[in-house]
């Protein structure tokens, strides 16, 4: 089991910044793959992005690149998502997830564990 705790949501303006974190505890964190989702009211969960075990290599969805970075730190179990020139339409709940399967995966079925969420609203 992996037990995986977001934090860093909250209410920001159009433009503006936002760093979430994501504390894993259980089995070796470095074991799994990472990712970030989101669900938007109404609307299904979508894939934002994806770490390697290693960190070294990442993936995100069209919408948020160039504009979200994930990352981790694997001597203090966490992963994180810095998101930079907000937008409305990126209001959602955000979700951090561990895959411990083989390959690049950006469907949330792939992933064996989740957290409760973290509330992340953008105001125009």
């Known amino acids: 089991q992996v037990q995986l705790v977001e934090s860093g949501g909250g209410l920001v303006q159009a433009g503006g910044s936002l760093r979430l974190s994501c504390a894993a505890s259980?089995?070796?964190?470095?074991?799994?793959?990472m990712g970030w989702f989101r669900q938007a009211p109404g609307k299904e969960r979508e894939f934002v992005a994806r770490v390697s075990r290693s960190g070294v290599s990442t993936s995100y969805a069209d919408s948020v690149k160039g504009r979200f970075t994930i990352s981790r730190d694997n001597a203090k179990n966490t992963v994180y998502l810095q998101m930079n020139s907000l937008k409305p339409e990126d209001t959602a709940v955000y979700y951090c997830?561990?895959?411990?399967?083989?390959?690049?995966?950006?469907?949330?079925?792939?992933?064996?564990?989740w957290g409760q969420g973290t509330q992340v609203t953008v105001s125009s």
């Open positions: 259980g089995r070796t964190f470095s074991n799994y793959a």
């Open positions: 997830a561990a895959d411990q399967s083989i390959g690049v995966h950006t469907t949330s079925a792939h992933y064996d564990y």
